[in-house]
């Protein structure tokens, strides 16, 4: 029988890594060979061209970055936007252009006007007429679009589940006996779950899945991270997950009505810094950083929460990009995000917090100044918390001489590395590592710890996934309807990036060690519950056909019968076109 | 919306970086990941192993829970520098270079449980405690090996460290192996090498004659002796151990021959002691004039050299110029083989080596029934103390034993470490 569990144990590694690789081979193909192509909304006829207009957002200039290009005199390079709201109402913005916008004779100001079919649209002399497109004719656009799921969801979701088999055999063999049950139940649970918003998904239309999987792909190691190290939790392990992926579909469709969204950006704003305030004030200190609270039992990170917050509140629409152009209330809020988080002592979630604010304010303003006059700002205010606060110095002078205390300051750091390296490529299997008896090694080293038990091979397809995430994310933003969307998934993949590289790097001696979580995988339910949140926004860009639950289909849309008393546009705009 | 995916090529940038510094931490990993899994790895894979002198006397024993050594205090101390220690502070030990494989850890695997793996050595423990008994408290470095199968038998260098004892304050440079890892000057030892040269390159060596007054001018810098020792033949001056003739040679020989023949016979790299690298030796290669390079020919000028590569020098004219690669693992593997000068030059330096011992050395009277072929040497470390060397081999085929003593601060080689040799010697020859 032990000869039989060792063969087994040797056999599974391989199968892990195959399918591992399988899985992100696959999603990466799937990115690579579907077209992400844009919709097409209405049409803009200048002389006999009729350009399409591709997003909810467009943008009309000279400049080679516009969405709809007119190369001509006096057009300015960034000169109008022309934009959707959720309900079909089209929308002209000036934006500062120095030739100015007329609709049918008006001026139209930054505020802009609500355009009708067949209206023309005057730009700087020269007219452009808006043509809506009739719903029959933009089904059969959009039935001309690629579908989703060219590579079957199907066999990625079932390479997963089997994944997850082995993984669940190899702790079938490790764990103790009374622990048993629950992780067996923990895993089958998680397939059962994945399996349900597949078919959920399917039901309503969707065949777009690559996000779900690599995030259930990395949920899976979390989950056999938290098998081998807190066994006697997984009950709230489950509970937790299943809340997680609740929150993400919640979530996805709130994300789907982008007037809704917009509108909750300012009370989310006060919710958040409400949260750090009470957290700042009220909660315990855990290892020197007040990042706690405790509630009836369950201690949660306020500033996981206040993550998602931040990305939801610092996205944008194209008008808004254009029509303020100061970013100056969201540096303020960024900001005290940030002193927050150093005043309760998160240095590492405060870097991760700059580097998403240096990404927003480069994806709204473009300006290059403004993110070095931020570093700038940012690396004189990391000096005086270098020489305020002696512990964050003393992690900087152990950064790159860990070895040379692998007693006291290099503690951890060694230990990670010893096991990472212990585990060779495929891995001491599951449980059977050792890191897991030292401290924060399923939160801070949670790399290392994969590295031990499942070996680097795995540990590279876990940082893989979210690196495939961001290009997908990069790949949606280009098709994406709105700017916000686009913005929300960049600005969620390089927080997790932030996050995967502080945590990496740090446990491995190649960064500070800051301890922060590794996304999906290190150990904490409000970490776990953001981390799905975030999802949402990368569901949220993928407008492919029939792909996302959080993008409405193109066929529900009513754009031709517009309701010109609905809107926030509406009571912006001025009197004459209300009549 | 196209302005925003063009600046979203920002986020590439974080990826970017994430990629390099994955790739830096596999560079990492691949380089020190072997270092990294065996610090800890031990308590964690509860490998066990023991380490055996040739005749199965137990140098070491290790478990999850034990760091043991022999249980003989003379027996730790004399072979500290064979097996080093659990916590590497020699290097070049054998419980740090082989820690890997007695560990069990692979780049592909990581670490494996390994159940007793042994290392049997080549090195006789007896051996080393009777070289050590010889040393006394001198700082010294002390080698012996069979030149026909490449096999070392003994290795010791002092002052020595008790491993098991870990309060105590060890002497100056105690961790260092002397043996592999430290380089001294040759002083008249390394005559040897100019002489090997000599017999390879320069027709009729052995029909000319040398003259010696004591001093002699090369280009106005004077070359000294401390006898004037007048008329003599090549193998005279061998064993008078003439600095005037072998400056002379060593001129005749020319610069770029020496140094090709220094090169060859492996004094100015590192060597390879099964994986464990030595010290690299030095000899002037950049050109410096005759009266340095005539300096240099008798060992002084800035040579340095490794006792162990001195060793493999003397091996391979023990051989008939063949080196046969030592070893300290005994695994009934065939010696690597080199050729480092023709068996005639071997042959005829042997002989030249022989008469040394015969007519200055004292013969049979001092190393009794030993046909012994050495040469000493005695390099001035410029505090009235020397560097003594005595360096050679048996002429016996049933004893094809070379060797290496050095004893750092002693006074002539033949006084200070001629009687070292001569005591191992008498064991191994007595032993085997």
Redesign the interface.
């Known amino acids: 029988m032990d000869q039989f569990a060792s063969y087994m144990m040797t056999f599974s590694k391989f199968v892990m890594i195959i399918l591992s690789a399988s899985i992100m081979v696959r999603c990466i193909r799937s990115m690579l060979r579907e077209k992400y192509e844009p919709e097409t909304w209405a049409y803009l006829r200048v002389g006999r061209e009729t350009l399409p207009v591709?997003?909810w957002?467009?943008?009309i200039g000279r400049?080679r970055?516009?969405?709809i290009r007119l190369d001509l005199e006096k057009i300015s390079r960034v000169h109008a936007v022309l934009s959707r709201n959720d309900r079909g109402n089209w929308v002209v913005y000036d934006i500062f252009s120095k030739g100015g916008v007329w609709v049918n004779g008006l001026k139209v100001s930054p505020r802009g006007i609500l355009l009708q079919d067949g209206d023309v649209i005057n730009l700087a002399g020269h007219t452009a007429r808006f043509l809506a497109i009739p719903p029959e004719k933009r089904d059969k656009l959009e039935a001309k679009r690629q579908p989703a799921g060219k590579v079957s969801p199907t066999l990625t979701l079932l390479e997963l589940t089997v994944f997850q088999l082995f993984l669940l055999m190899q702790h079938a063999f490790n764990a103790k006996e009374e622990h048993l049950p629950a992780i067996a139940l923990a895993f089958v649970s998680l397939i059962a779950l994945e399996w349900s918003v597949y078919n959920a998904m399917r039901v309503i239309g969707r065949m777009g899945f690559e996000v779900e999987t690599l995030a259930f792909y990395l949920t899976t190691l979390g989950m056999s991270v938290a098998a081998s190290s807190t066994p006697e939790d997984m009950y709230k392990q489950i509970l937790l997950t299943a809340a997680a992926v609740f929150l993400f579909v919640l979530g996805g469709w709130w994300l789907r009505n982008l007037h809704r969204t917009s509108v909750l950006r300012i009370p989310i704003a006060g919710a958040a810094l409400l949260l750090l305030a009470v957290n700042v004030v009220a909660s315990d200190v855990v290892l020197g950083a007040r990042n706690w609270l405790e509630f009836g039992g369950y201690s949660f990170q306020p500033s996981e929460l206040v993550k998602v917050a931040y990305i939801y509140v610092g996205a944008s629409t194209?008008d808004l990009?254009f029509r303020r152009r100061n970013l100056f209330s969201f540096i303020v809020f960024s900001a005290t995000c940030v002193i927050a988080l150093a005043l309760i002592g998160d240095f590492g979630t405060a870097l991760v917090f700059f580097?998403t604010f240096l990404?927003i304010s480069?994806?709204r303003s473009?300006s290059i100044a403004t993110v070095f006059l931020a570093i700038s700002g940012a690396g004189l205010a990391g000096f005086l918390a270098v020489s305020i606060r002696p512990y964050i110095a003393q992690r900087f002078a152990s950064w790159g001489h860990v070895w040379e205390d692998?007693y006291d300051t290099g503690y951890q750091q060694?230990?990670a590395?010893?096991?990472?390296?212990?585990?060779?490529?495929?891995?001491?299997g599951a449980g059977a590592g050792?890191l897991k008896s030292v401290f924060a090694a399923n939160t801070d080293m949670v790399f290392a710890m994969v590295c031990?038990e499942l070996?680097?091979v795995i540990a590279?397809c876990m940082?893989l996934a979210l690196?495939t995430l961001?290009?997908f994310?990069?790949r949606s933003?280009?098709s994406?309807r709105s700017?916000y969307y686009?913005?929300a998934a960049?600005a969620t993949?390089?927080l997790l990036?932030?996050q995967?590289?502080l945590n990496?790097?740090g446990s491995?001696d190649?960064?500070p060690f800051t301890g922060v979580t590794f996304p999906f995988v290190s150990r904490g339910g409000s970490s776990l519950l953001s981390c799905w949140m975030l999802m949402a926004f990368l569901k949220s860009a993928d407008s492919r056909r029939e792909a996302s639950f959080a993008v409405r289909p193109v066929n529900r849309m009513n754009d031709l019968s517009p309701r010109p008393e609905y809107g926030p546009e509406e009571s912006r705009l001025p009197e004459e076109v209300r009549r | 919306?196209?302005?925003?995916?063009?600046?979203?090529?920002?986020?590439?940038l974080?990826?970017m970086?994430?990629?390099m510094?994955?790739n830096?931490?596999?560079l990492?990993?691949i380089d020190q990941?072997?270092s990294?899994?065996?610090?800890?790895?031990r308590?964690?894979?509860e490998s066990t192993g023991t380490v055996l002198d040739r005749n199965g006397e137990l140098l070491a024993y290790f478990d999850a829970n034990r760091n043991d050594y022999s249980s003989d205090q003379t027996t730790r101390i004399a072979n500290y520098h064979v097996t080093g220690d659990y916590w590497g502070r020699t290097p070049t030990g054998v419980l740090t270079a082989f820690w890997s494989e007695m560990q069990g850890y692979?780049?592909?695997?990581?670490?494996t449980h390994n159940e007793n793996s042994v290392l049997n050595l080549t090195i006789d423990a007896q051996l080393n405690r009777i070289a050590y008994y010889a040393i006394h408290d001198q700082k010294a470095a002390v080698l012996m090996m069979n030149y026909k199968t490449g096999e070392l038998m003994a290795m010791i260098s002092t002052p020595s460290v008790d491993p098991a004892d870990p309060d105590e304050i060890p002497g100056d440079g105690a961790y260092i192996n002397r043996c592999l890892s430290a380089v001294y000057a040759p002083g008249s030892v390394f005559k040897l090498v100019t002489a090997a040269a000599a017999i390879e390159t320069i027709p009729n060596i052995f029909e000319r004659s040398f003259y010696c007054e004591g001093e002699y001018e090369v280009a106005g810098v004077p070359i000294t002796c401390i006898d004037a020792h007048y008329t003599q033949t090549f193998e005279q001056a061998l064993s008078n151990s003439c600095n005037i003739a072998f400056a002379q040679i060593a001129i005749r020989v020319g610069q770029d021959t020496m140094v090709k023949y220094v090169r060859d016979f492996g004094f100015l790299d590192r060597q390879s002691l099964n994986g464990i690298k030595t010290a690299a030796g030095r000899f002037p290669t950049e050109f410096v004039g005759d009266p340095e390079l005539g300096w240099a020919g008798v060992g002084q000028s800035i040579d340095l050299v490794c006792p162990y590569t001195m060793l493999r020098f003397v091996a391979a004219v023990g051989n008939g110029g063949v080196l046969c690669e030592p070893t300290m693992l005994l695994n009934g593997e065939e010696p690597v083989r080199s050729r480092f000068m023709s068996a005639e030059t071997a042959e005829r330096l042997g002989e030249m080596m022989n008469y040394n011992v015969v007519s200055h050395y004292g013969g049979e009277d001092v190393f009794p029934g030993l046909r012994l072929c050495a040469k000493t040497g005695t390099a001035e470390r410029g505090d009235g103390t020397n560097n003594s060397w005595f360096a050679g081999f048996l002429d016996d085929d049933a004893h094809p034993y070379a060797f290496v003593v050095l004893v750092e601060g002693g006074s002539f080689g033949i006084t200070s470490a001629a009687p070292i040799a001569n005591t191992l010697l008498q064991a191994a020859v007595k032993k085997y």
Do not use: P
């Open positions: 591709r997003h957002e467009n943008l400049s970055s516009a969405d194209l990009v580097v990404v480069f994806l473009g692998i060694t230990r590395m010893s096991a990472a390296a212990s585990g060779g490529l495929f891995g001491k050792w031990e070996g680097l590279l940082v690196l961001t290009f994310a990069m933003a280009g994406g700017a686009a913005i960049c993949m390089s990036l932030t995967l590289a990496v790097f491995l190649l960064l | 919306m196209k302005k925003i995916t063009t600046r979203a090529a920002s986020v590439l974080l990826a970086l994430v990629i510094g994955m830096v931490y596999i990492r990993y990941g072997r990294w899994a065996l610090t800890f790895a308590l964690n894979t692979s780049l592909l695997t990581g670490t």
